[in-house]
């Protein structure tokens, strides 16, 4: 990431920064570095993260 300080670094004001565009060169970089993505596990074997039981309720 550019410094504020590089001579190379442009200002941008957000009324011309295109978010989607930024997010598309981004990801294109990390692709070309072959930088390995999180995987998203939908199994539900998330690491530490527990299931929570649900608790049958009786009737009174």
């Keep these: 990431m550019k410094s504020i300080l590089d001579p190379s670094f442009r200002y941008t004001s957000s009324l011309h920064t295109d978010v989607r565009k930024t997010f598309q060169r981004i990801r294109r970089e990390q692709q070309q570095r072959n930088t390995p993505r999180p995987l998203v ?11 929570i039981q649900r608790r049958s309720v009786s009737p009174r």
């Design 41 to 51: 596990r939908g199994d539900g074997g998330g690491g530490n993260v527990l299931a």
